[in-house]
């Protein structure tokens, strides 16, 4: 793989124009989610789109080398499930050129209070317009939990349909304000994806650490026009509810970290180590930890002196 990664960082006027205003950020750090303006243009979405459909059909840039133990990875022989595809960064270059965009990245470190932002993972998510499917609902959770070996706590999760996207599809969902939340009762499982836990006992631990926080449940379906966007916080509890529309709904979750963001040791209770995808593909650095800055996997989006 190549170091695609961009030596200057620039936006146009009207992308700037763009860009959160000190309110919006104020708003991103009291609720967790943020609605963004229009950032992509309909040409974008739908080659986005067009992209997705040509990757489901076997087109690839390129492989990745390993497999990681835990890879999203859909393909036609799994059915009409709910669709998941990590790294489509990596092995879309089509898809991976929208993705970067800089205005993107730059929207993400204004909301971050973060001067550069590199990408951490991208699932490519299709939900089939299949009435009952289980895989459809998309219980609550945070990223966070399943970021154990990452040191920050300023990662943020874009999500990008390639279309209007409202409750009726299963829109994301977000429990605001939910990242100033204290935890309680964390467990190992909690690392564990969340198509591997069981939806009640996820649905308990939000209600736990409510109830610890003394905090009301508020949910927020996120209501996104085409080349609209949200992001959240990696602790926001979000999720999403069954697709009614009769469309599939597409879209990317596009994670990001911020620069500062490194990998740490995690200790499970078993004295195991927890352990994310990147371990097995990115290059090490010099002391033996796996590099989340590695360019071939986590490119940087955007650099820039902090505002």
Not at 61 to 73: G, K, Q, Y
Request: aromatic share 10%; hydrophobic share 35%.
């Amino acid at each position: 793989m190549t170091d695609t990664t961009m030596s200057t960082f620039a936006l146009s006027e009207a992308d700037a124009a763009l860009l959160p205003d000190d309110d919006d950020v104020a708003f991103y750090a009291e609720h967790g989610w943020f609605l963004t303006k229009k950032l992509l243009t309909d040409a974008e979405v739908d080659e986005l789109a067009a992209a997705s459909e040509r990757y489901y059909g076997g087109e690839r840039s390129r492989t990745l080398p390993v497999r990681p133990p835990r890879l999203a990875a859909w393909q036609p022989s799994d059915g009409p499930v709910q669709r998941h595809n990590d790294y489509v960064h990596v092995e879309s270059d089509p898809i991976a050129r929208i993705l970067r965009k800089p205005l993107i990245g730059a929207v993400a470190a204004r909301l971050a209070g973060a001067a550069e932002i590199r990408v951490f993972q991208s699932t490519l998510i299709l939900k089939p317009a299949v009435e009952g499917e289980p895989s459809n609902i998309v219980p609550w959770h945070f990223d966070k939990h399943y970021w154990a070996t990452s040191t920050s706590e300023r990662m943020l999760t874009a999500f990008i349909p390639f279309h209007d996207c409202d409750e009726e599809m299963g829109t994301l969902t977000v429990v605001d304000g939910s990242h100033r939340w204290k935890e309680t009762g964390r467990e190992d499982s909690m690392t564990r994806h969340f198509a591997d836990r069981d939806k009640d006992d996820l649905e308990r631990v939000l209600a736990e650490n409510a109830a610890y926080n003394n905090a009301r449940i508020r949910k927020v379906p996120l209501v996104i026009p085409k080349g609209h966007m949200s992001f959240h916080h990696c602790l926001t509890y979000h999720g999403s509810g069954p697709n009614r529309s009769g469309r599939p709904r597409r879209a990317v979750s596009f994670h990001l970290q911020d620069g500062g963001n490194e990998y740490r040791a995690f200790a499970l209770s078993d004295g195991t180590q927890a352990a994310y995808n990147h371990d097995v593909l990115v290059r090490r650095l010099p002391d033996g930890r796996p590099d989340y800055a590695d360019p071939a996997y986590c490119p940087v989006l955007w650099r820039a002196d902090l505002p």
